[in-house]
């Protein structure tokens, strides 16, 4: 009884790691969830989180009003506050993504203004076709890419929004990728200031 109680466990959790993981970015540090998200988008949608830290947001769905899952997937700076980020105007930053269940689809990286839920400039950074399952092997670029920051002088909007320690958890760069035939859609934020 107990070891068929276990299998069914251990059974669950390889289906739990294998079957349901999609993208995620691991470098920078991306937002993570915690008790403000579980405020905002209710404890369940934090634990399916913690169990699998790649899921789409469509599997999050249906979020309550005070939840937007569209900006960072749900997660909160209140619950990111070491992982903040200090950038310069101009400099070169490197990422790493993981892509355990690759969906073909456009993806890019931009600054979003948190407060708006809307994108600073232009992208940083676009993919028209990006994480082809169709491909015996991904692009290096789908895995590590980097984005430039623009330069001074060249973002007013940018300079005032994300400057300084007083804007933290203002702006984040955003990495959003849309996998168009799973229908599935993926939100990494890494929260930054400009010093
Ligand atoms: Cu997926």
């Given at each position: 009884m107990?070891?068929?109680?276990?299998?069914?466990?251990?059974a669950f959790l390889l289906m739990g790691t294998t079957v349901s993981a999609h993208g995620n970015i691991t470098s920078p540090p991306a937002?993570?969830?915690?008790?403000?998200m579980a405020q905002a988008c209710g404890?369940?949608?934090?634990?399916?989180?913690?169990?699998?830290?790649?899921?789409?947001?469509?599997?999050?769905?249906?979020?309550?009003?005070?939840?937007?899952?569209?900006?960072?997937?749900?997660?909160?700076?209140?619950?990111?506050?070491?992982?903040?980020q200090q950038f310069s105007l101009g400099q070169t930053i490197?990422?790493?993504?993981?892509?355990?269940?690759?969906h073909e689809g456009p993806a890019n990286v931009s600054i979003v203004n948190t407060a708006t839920n809307s994108m600073i400039g232009l992208p940083l950074l676009v993919f028209d076709?990006?994480?082809?399952?169709?491909?015996?092997?991904?692009?290096?670029?789908?895995?590590?890419?980097?984005?430039?920051?623009?330069?001074?002088?060249?973002?007013?909007?940018?300079e005032d929004a994300c400057s300084g320690e007083e804007n933290a958890g203002n702006c984040v760069l955003q990495w959003f990728w849309f996998g168009t035939q799973a229908g599935q859609t993926y939100e990494s934020c890494v929260d930054f200031v400009l010093v």
């Open positions: 107990i070891k068929l109680a276990s299998s069914a466990i251990a937002r993570l969830p915690g008790p403000a404890q369940q949608a934090v634990n399916k989180v913690l169990q699998d830290g790649t899921i789409p947001l469509e599997n999050l769905l249906p979020a309550s009003e005070s939840c937007n899952l569209f900006l960072c997937r749900g997660a909160l700076f209140a619950d990111n506050p070491t992982q903040l490197n990422f790493t993504a993981i892509l355990p269940i690759p076709s990006y994480a082809d399952e169709n491909l015996a092997v991904l692009p290096a670029n789908n895995t590590a890419f980097s984005v430039t920051l623009p330069e001074v002088g060249e973002s007013r909007e940018l």
